[in-house]
């Protein structure tokens, strides 16, 4: 019963380069969520997907790219990394509009 | 603006005791709560919820009380555990407004001393 798998665990980018941050649940939910946590705060919302093919900004979106095309799948690109982007990466999924189940989190320091 | 608060970034109990943790709200549109935890190096994980026509929901050794009138849930920890040690959020959402987000505190870390 894997439930939110992400990948990478820990990545160390540098400026201008990019990637894409894995997700993958295996739970059938149509929610689908990626949030950033920065030292000392919250977990703030980048982008968020309530079923394939559709996609809505959250709260801190910029730099962040994103697609749906599966039910199980929902990457996160970061196309020109930045220092600012240091943080970790938590993806989460949701049967309907309540609990959340979270992933492992992806650690990505920008340099 | 913060919607939801949790106002004390550390709290330190010993074993056995009540752990209380707070959080305010400022949303009149928040009709469902949750509290995960959240252990260092993994994601956070659900604990508890209730819904805004409760005032209290229970679960083994943790309850989850809402005062709508002050806008404030506490959770409580009864008795606490070393291995309740964590990071815990509060997390709110509208599910009568539609939203499909959850609006999250900054935490709060227990510390349960053996």
């Known amino acids: 019963n894997a439930g939110v798998t992400q990948t990478p665990k820990f990545r160390i980018l540098k400026i201008g380069q990019s990637m894409t941050l894995q997700c993958t649940q295996d739970m059938n939910h149509n929610y689908m969520y990626w949030y950033r946590q920065d030292p000392g705060m919250g977990l703030k919302l980048i982008y968020y997907?309530?079923?394939?093919?559709?996609?809505d900004k959250g709260e801190v979106p910029n730099g962040y790219n994103v697609s749906r095309s599966t039910t199980e799948d929902f990457p996160l690109r970061l196309e020109l990394a930045a220092p600012s982007q240091t943080s970790v990466y938590f993806c989460a999924s949701s049967p309907w509009k309540d609990t959340q189940y979270f992933g492992p989190g992806t650690r990505l320091t920008v340099l | 603006d913060q919607q939801v608060k949790q106002n004390s970034p550390s709290l330190s109990v010993q074993e056995g005791r009540i752990s209380i943790l707070n959080c305010d709200y400022t949303?009149?549109?928040?009709?469902?709560f949750l509290w995960y935890k959240k252990y260092p190096a993994e994601g956070p994980t659900f604990l508890i919820s209730?819904?805004?026509?409760?005032d209290k929901n229970e679960d083994g050794r943790f309850t989850v009380f809402l005062n709508k009138s002050a806008k404030h849930l506490s959770l409580h920890i009864v008795p606490s555990q070393p291995g309740d040690s964590a990071v815990y959020f509060c997390?709110?959402?509208?599910?009568?407004?539609?939203?499909?987000?959850?609006?999250f505190g900054k935490g709060t870390k227990l510390t349960v001393n053996p």
């Open positions: 997907s309530v079923g394939a093919g559709i996609t």
């Open positions: 997390a709110a959402s509208s599910r009568q407004g539609g939203s499909e987000k959850l609006v």
């Open positions: 949303n009149s549109m928040f009709d469902y």
């Open positions: 209730i819904s805004s026509i409760k």
